[in-house]
């Protein structure tokens, strides 16, 4: 059997203390302070299985993929096929339909432009929720752009909610592909996905969801949203950076054109043309990231061992008493409405940059800035924002440290 395929050591299902025991990065103080580490909707911290599969592949499947016949080629080809597996299972699609990306802005990319350029064209138009982090605004503005088509934007409510009325008032026969973030990165609301997925195919669209952040919080399967293409990235799912995925319905990216062209995605080659492989490695060219890959699918793994609908309540209840607190903080504002995972908000007379870095001080990791989604600040009244996420692996301890950093904070800036 596949080393990489074995079990975390030591895990349990046991509860949120036994999933924390799991992220080593947690044991480390910082600044002297116990880690409350609240930026897991920017970068998620790794757990135990994956650090050990990511060692194992640089010691023992340390070989290309794909293209050797000797042992250490072989033990690495067999542990990254599996991980696609994995993949698929966790998103309740099929191997051949999930390419490996660098992330969700490299999946994303490759719809803009593979099959946005074979498919949008000059009065044509598409559609991004306001909602939308960059890497699912700016790649349709560029489409846009050179195809001379119209990117027309899905108005929210104050809430951060799509309002779906004037999103179906958008949809009419020139509208190609509908844009559509799972959750949010900045107001944590959940969108509506199937009921705009039936929305956008009655009017002829195809639908492609952001999964950046949904991903690590919510149940995804492919299927029951109704989408068309579906992107996330790795290291929000506790995965290494450099990794993602866009899974796509078998016949549209059997019809897709390349993007990025060299070895591994042909079936053969003379000087003057090539033959190209299926998907997904039509789409894969170039030596991929072993590594992070195969730490993908110890991720997944890692997370199937665990009890996702306890998870879920452990979050929820996080959440709520995280927003509830911060709304009852002077001089806080919450953006938005939140429902999962995020909770962004301003201090009245303190820049996010200056209250993240008094609060890390503290030990209270968060962020701060616009957050990849400078046009949703600007719907929202703000310029940028202090944003706490939360994982699995976050307790009350953490929320109890964001406050009390927060109380320094309008002591240092009284
Ligand atoms: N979409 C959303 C909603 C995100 O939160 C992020 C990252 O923060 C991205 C897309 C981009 O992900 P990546 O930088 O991993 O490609």
Same mark, same amino acid.
Request: proline fraction near 7%; aromatic fraction near 6%; charged fraction near 20%.
């Given at each position: 059997m596949d080393p990489s395929r074995s079990e975390p050591s030591g895990q349990s299902t046991a509860g949120p203390a036994a999933w924390r025991r799991e992220?080593?990065?947690?044991d480390a103080p910082v600044h002297g302070r116990r880690l409350a580490y609240l930026d897991s909707a920017s970068t998620a911290l790794k757990p135990r299985a994956v650090i050990d599969a990511v060692v194992r592949v640089f010691t023992h499947q340390a070989g290309n993929v794909h293209?050797?016949?000797h042992a250490l080629s072989e033990a690495a080809t067999e542990a990254y096929d599996a991980a696609r597996d994995d993949i698929a299972r966790f998103l309740g699609g099929r191997p051949d339909e999930v390419v490996l990306t660098s992330g969700t802005t490299g999946a994303l990319n490759l719809v803009a432009h593979s099959w946005g350029r074979a498919?949008?064209?000059?009065g044509d138009a598409v559609i991004a929720t306001a909602l939308e982090h960059h890497s699912n605004l700016v790649p349709w503005q560029a489409l846009c752009a050179e195809r001379g088509a119209t990117l027309r934007i899905a108005p929210i409510d104050d809430r951060g909610r799509i309002d779906l009325e004037a999103l179906a008032g958008l #949809?009419?026969?020139? +509208?190609r592909l509908v844009a559509v973030s799972q #959750?949010?990165?900045? +107001?944590?609301t959940i969108a509506p996905v199937a009921e705009i997925a039936a929305l956008a195919h009655a009017a002829g669209a195809i639908v492609v969801v952001d999964g950046a952040q949904a991903v690590a919080h919510l149940a995804v399967d492919v299927a029951a949203l109704g989408c068309d293409f579906y992107a996330f990235s790795g290291h929000k799912l506790f995965a290494p950076p450099g990794t993602g995925v866009l899974w796509g319905r078998r016949a549209l990216l059997e019809a897709m054109p390349a993007w990025q062209t060299g070895g591994?995605?042909?079936a053969s080659v003379d000087y003057a043309r090539a033959r190209l492989r299926e998907p997904p490695h039509r789409f894969e060219a170039g030596t991929p990231n072993i590594a992070g890959v195969i730490g993908l699918g110890a991720a997944i793994r890692y997370l199937a061992t665990l009890d996702r609908a306890a998870i879920a309540r452990h979050e929820a209840r996080l959440h709520a008493r995280l927003r509830e607190a911060l709304a009852g903080e002077d001089r806080v504002r919450v953006l938005g409405a939140p429902e999962a995972a995020v909770v962004a908000f301003t201090v009245a007379g303190a820049h996010p940059h200056d209250v993240a870095t008094i609060v890390d001080r503290e030990g209270v990791a968060i962020r701060s800035g616009h957050h990849c989604a400078e046009p949703l600040h600007h719907r929202l009244g703000a310029d940028a924002s202090a944003r706490a996420s939360l994982a699995?692996?976050?307790?009350d301890a953490d929320i109890d440290a964001l406050i009390a950093a927060l109380a320094r904070v309008r002591e240092v800036l009284r």
């Open positions: 992220f080593p990065a947690l293209r050797g016949v498919h949008v064209g000059p #949809l009419d026969d020139r +509208v #959750l949010s990165n900045v +107001v944590g591994e995605m042909v699995l692996y976050n307790d």
